[in-house]
């Protein structure tokens, strides 16, 4: 029906629609729909948070970005581009000595930047080569493998001239050079980490035939830079800069 309001020289037609069954239909077909909305809202914001990305990293647990990794050398790749993956399962000694091969053919140029993404990336011990910068990112984690069978056997240190644990050869170190110019391990606070609670175990129990490896040591090397990481659970010695000229250890 239509009704007639009169307001002093005006008149509004007002309709009069019938509420009881207008409203409900209403609000039920506006409640389904902002049910949909809101799934499909909350659906979005999830598959975003864990496929969006930020300079070429995923978003993080809870939607935190990675910071952007400098580019430090005229040259500059990613684990992934030699075929690591970093399941924490997955052993990627190749994928490190192929990424220092291709930097070390970079020397006249300036090196070469090899960037450990966001994983835990499991590993026999490898090399550093010469004009090279390893970084870690957030939440990157070089786990060194636990079976000593895997370690490389080396001289012992000159200045002992006998192994430290055992006499004769010594387990090389995790991450290891020697006879290097301007190497540089650096990145976001990521993480080398030993898993040297086995090989600890091991000596306590006297089940090691030769002395232990540090977790990195550099050797007769010069302008070595390495700031801004985490070094974790060593087999033996933390840091060994041995013989080496202008190091530089921050942070």
């Known amino acids: 029906m239509v009704e007639i309001l009169s307001l002093g020289r005006f008149h509004l037609h007002q309709n009069r629609p019938d509420l009881r069954r207008w409203v409900p239909a209403f609000l039920s077909s506006h409640k389904t729909l902002f049910t949909v909305l809101w ?42 581009d030699f075929g ?25 140029k300036g090196g070469g930047q090899l960037n450990v993404p966001p994983g835990r990336w499991l590993t026999a011990p490898f090399n550093l080569t010469s004009h090279m910068t390893l970084f870690l990112a957030d939440d990157a984690e070089i786990l060194a493998i636990e079976n000593e069978k895997y370690w490389p056997l080396m001289p012992p240190l000159p200045s002992y001239g ?21 190497v540089v391990i650096t990145g976001h606070n990521g993480t080398i980490n030993g898993q040297g609670q086995a090989w ?13 490896g540090p977790l ?34 921050r942070n």
């Open 200 to 212: 600890w175990k091991k000596y306590r129990q006297k089940l090691l035939n030769n002395t232990r």
């Open 162 to 182: 006998y192994g430290r644990e055992h006499h004769g050869p010594r387990f090389g170190s995790f991450i290891h050079g020697q006879n290097l110019k301007d």
């Open 84 to 108: 690591g993956v970093g399941d924490g399962v997955t052993l990627n000694t190749e994928a490190f000595q192929r990424a220092v091969y291709a930097i070390s053919k970079l020397g006249k």
């Open 39 to 80: 799934l499909a809202a909350f659906a979005s914001v999830f598959i975003w948070q864990r496929n969006a990305v930020v300079g070429g990293f995923s978003f993080l647990r809870w939607g935190v970005a990675s910071r952007p990794i400098p580019r430090l050398r005229p040259a500059a790749f990613n684990l992934t």
């Open 216 to 249: 990195v040591q550099i050797m007769w090397s010069s302008d070595i830079l390495i700031s801004n990481i985490t070094l974790r659970d060593s087999p033996f010695w933390t840091l060994h800069p041995y013989d080496c000229k202008n190091v530089t250890i």
